[in-house]
């Protein structure tokens, strides 16, 4: 049995033997927030509308409700984002805010647009 320990994940992989088909991994965290001023997660697992989430943001535990399922390595947000808002991940702004965006809601391309690499874009961030 091996134990791995990053800061934000927790895992218990059993090494498989002959008899067992796959590998066994439980994940203690369905979700991860990478810096205390993001205002999204990103999932570790494929998760399900409705689904409850308590993570820890900015030193207090906070109970989000997914609103929509959220494929494995996506983001869904913490908090109420306004539209022209900045969407921040690794405390770096990543996008701006499309449209109203609510705690669990799933965050990607149809509801930000990227701020990254852009060179028609000017001023940056509103």
């Known amino acids: 049995m091996a134990i791995c320990s990053v800061s934000w994940l927790h895992c218990k992989m059993t090494k498989r033997d002959e008899s067992i088909p796959e590998e066994v991994i439980e994940l203690k965290q369905k979700a991860v927030i990478l ?32 609103t929509t399922d959220v494929p494995f390595g996506h983001k ?41 690499g852009r060179g028609d874009l000017s001023g940056g961030v509103k």
């Open 35 to 66: 810096n205390s001023r993001d205002n999204v997660a990103t999932s570790l697992a494929n998760l399900k509308a409705g689904d409850t989430l308590e993570l820890e943001v900015g030193g207090e535990t906070r109970a989000i409700k997914l």
């Open 76 to 116: 869904f947000s913490l908090s109420r984002i306004e539209p022209d808002s900045p969407v921040i991940k690794y405390g770096e702004v990543i996008g701006i805010a499309t449209v109203i965006i609510e705690p669990g809601d799933y965050v990607h391309i149809h509801n930000v647009v990227s701020t990254r």
